[in-house]
């Protein structure tokens, strides 16, 4: 016969391996869920997920028939005005950059997956878009939504994502339209004779963001995406 005592010695560092596995996984589980809960909370609640949601329910509208204050989606290509950014990593000349930098958290203990933590970088400037009706000035001074699509650029242990909006780059734009006159215009567009020449104004909408987006592009059948931006190494970061 067995002795008891001896049984439950060998037993007890089993269970008490099985009941940690089974506390820390749900434990983890629990914080998974969490987080994604309050990532789909932020996404439905917050600003950009608002605006996200606001400009895929847009139609889009060609720039010479926006309302004025009125919410408007309109598609064109980028031209730099007064000037453009480099970007972040590449060097690029842009109106628009993000850039993000995922760095690895050593691992906390056995069975304990690698945790990553983020850092972003954006930059924008004003500038013009046209779409052949028209062109607006799209005005970068207050929050935008950077609705991307874009290839990974890695260095070592750590990743770095870059994306730029650059002149000949078609995007789409959705915000607030306001009509003023056009101190550069483009004779070549037709006005009335008693007409002065105006251009489009575009800003963030109250209580939203800009947003900057090459997903919308796609419902211009003709319409391409942002230059997708080349691997870089990390020598040529900046």
Request: glycine share 10%.
């Amino acid at each position: 016969m067995r002795n008891p005592a001896i049984v439950a010695l060998l037993v007890a560092p089993v269970a008490l391996l099985v009941w940690s596995w089974t506390v820390f996984g749900a434990v983890a589980f629990l914080a998974r869920l969490a987080g994604g809960v309050r990532r789909i909370g932020h996404e439905l609640l917050s600003p950009r997920g608002r605006t996200l949601r606001a400009a895929r329910r847009a139609s889009r509208t060609p720039i010479r028939d926006a309302g004025e204050g009125s919410p408007i989606l309109i598609v064109g290509t980028i031209r730099f005005y007064r000037g453009a950014l480099e970007a972040r990593l590449t060097g690029r000349r842009c109106c628009f950059y993000q850039a993000r930098f995922d760095e690895p958290i050593p691992k906390l203990g056995f069975g304990v997956r690698n945790s990553w933590s983020m850092s972003t970088e954006e930059k924008g400037c004003d500038f013009i878009l046209e779409d052949g009706t028209g062109k607006a000035l799209v005005r970068i001074d207050s929050a935008v939504s950077f609705d991307y699509r874009g290839s990974a650029l890695k260095s070592g242990t750590s990743e770095a994502h870059e994306w730029a909006l650059e002149e000949g780059t078609r995007v789409a734009v959705y915000g607030v339209g306001e009509w003023e006159a056009d101190p550069a215009p483009d004779w070549k567009q037709p006005v009335g004779y008693r007409d002065a020449p105006r251009r489009l104004v575009v800003r963030a909408p109250r209580g939203l963001h800009l947003l900057l987006s090459d997903h919308l592009v796609a419902r211009d059948p003709s319409a391409l995406g942002p230059t997708q931006c080349p691997a870089v190494s990390s020598g040529s970061s900046r």
